[in-house]
């Protein structure tokens, strides 16, 4: 072979080389804070979790997408907010799930913060929805509508028919039926009841006040304090449950009729059961659909004090009083509990499941979000929890760059694409004497015929502030939430709950253990791991070696040459350019 064949096959090997090592080094990123306390963990080892049912169906989606695609054994246990705290706490859990931090401000409850080292990190968004089961004339009624005085009112036993004239006002499409109203709550420790018990006490606190008189609950700072267990009227209507299967279940019963609870949306969907849409601030009544959820909590105030044990927690007052037309005033976050320090039986093996497990869920795991009833995380709070991440012993995580995360909310510009892309309401989801008969939830391709002589408006065109392109994601939403929904075999025995009493005539018809179905997503394949620390250092030093071999070969050609040993061979430089 030509000298000159042999210089450009050493230009090709360089160019080559040069690739390499510029991937190697891209890819590699900074090190992470687990890496510079010690070395990462060997082997992905089993690990165990519990704590909040409201964000469960999103954990279990994602603990059954890893164990099919990489084999890392998760358990979550389903057991509220309070005992995921708790288990975290005693050392039981290797992590917690909560919508609240401990100690949370304005409770009375005992929920000490942990003695083992820990940081929160948000896991996915979300709606608290109002999930119900009534009918009209036997028909089951999908669109209704609620102002949020009117649910404090309902959720304190003030409001105890569902013709009661508040209701009337919110739902002037309807002719209510005069059922009593069985108000579901939780039995256990719940994230969900402590962000309803917040939402009360923030915008509705006389209400709120004299409930706790009621239950002769004291208060706190001049108000009715803030509670992971809904307090209870003897003798009342009330019906506590356990679990957001467990009220959700108990909601979707043919023969509960009358019975409201409320749950994250995910749950309605699977169940096939409507949401009542909710009063904003802006004059709508919206659904925590994906988008809505997303506009809301751009008025979310997170804790951007790193010093802080409460690091990206929520404060949602904003969020209540959001002025956008698509807003949901009862979105927000929910949070995993980490350890950041070798203790309580947590070992560097476990940090790198775990570590790897967030990793997979801040970027890959979103995009399944929106199909399993929740709201996926924006780019800001994913880049603040990779960082968390990097703070679990042993973890070892492929950090993935914002172009790569394969988040439906990011966008080039890095604003919110799905706030961007959230359709506004109809005009007859404006308060007002029109009401949609177009379903909610669960039920969205059911509507309701008006039956209480308001002008009825439904499946319009034309947002109350729509911009071009806005609406055209409805049809998408709509489809994945409605292939979500059909999952749930409860949707089909609720289409003969047509001939069932209602809750008031026939309580006792209505079982103690009935149960939501769970939204079971296909598992998601998950796309090759970045490379990492290992594999980009390989890479690099791959880009090395042919770097010198396409180099080497010259200098030693010239030192040969200037000896007399060797004719001089050209440099890679010297070739020509064709």
Known sequence: MSTTRFSGLRAVIAAIGVALLVVGTVTAGPISRAEAAGEPGVAHVPIQGGGSTWSANALQQWIRNVWTNKQWKITYDESGSTQGRNGFNNG?????????????????????????????????????????????????????????????????????????????????????????????????GSGATAQVSIWLREQYPAIWDAYCGKVERPLINGHCGVTSNFPIVPSSRFVAKAGSNGVAGYVAQSAAVGAITFVEYS???????????????????????AGNVAVALLQAQINEDQSSTNYLTQDLRNVYTSGDPRSYALSSYSYIILPTKEEAGFTRDKGLTLADFGAYFLCEGQNQAETLGYSPLPINLVLAGQSQIQKIPGGNPAITGPENCNNPTFSPDGSNKLTATAPYPQECDRQGPAQCVTGTGGAKDESTSNTG??????????????????????????????????????????????????????????????????????????????????????????????????????????????????????????????
């Open 267 to 289: 749950y309605a969907l699977s169940s096939g059961f409507p949401v009542a849409k909710l009063l904003n601030s802006a004059g709508y009544y919206t659904e925590p659909t």
């Open 453 to 578: 002589g308001a002008s009825g408006a439904g499946g319009t065109a034309g947002g109350a502030a729509g911009t071009a392109g806005a609406a055209g994601t409805a049809g998408a939403a709509g489809a994945a939430q409605s292939a979500a929904a059909g999952t749930g075999a409860v949707a089909g025995a609720a289409g003969a709950a047509g001939s069932a009493e209602s809750l008031g005539g026939d309580a006792a018809a209505v079982s103690d253990s009935a149960e939501a179905v769970l939204v079971n997503a296909t598992p998601q394949t998950i796309a090759q791991a970045g490379l990492g620390l290992t594999g980009a250092f390989i890479t690099a030093a791959s880009g090395l070696v042919l770097l010198a071999f396409a180099a080497l070969p010259p200098l030693l050609s010239r030192r040969r040459s200037r000896a007399g040993l060797l004719p001089h061979a050209p440099a890679l430089n010297s070739r020509k350019t064709r």
């Open 92 to 188: 039981t859990l290797d992590f917690g799930v909560s919508e609240i931090p401990y100690a949370i401000a304005n409770s009375q409850e005992a929920d000490r913060q942990p003695a083992r080292g820990f940081a929160y990190m948000p896991i996915v968004a979300g709606g608290t929805a109002f999930m119900y089961n009534l009918q009209i004339g036997g028909k089951r009624v999908t669109n209704l509508r609620l102002s949020g005085e009117t649910v404090a009112k309902i959720f304190t036993g003030v409001i105890a028919q569902w013709d009661d004239p508040a209701i009337k006002a919110d739902n002037p499409g309807l002719a209510l039926p005069g059922v009593p109203i069985v108000p579901v709550v939780r039995s256990d």
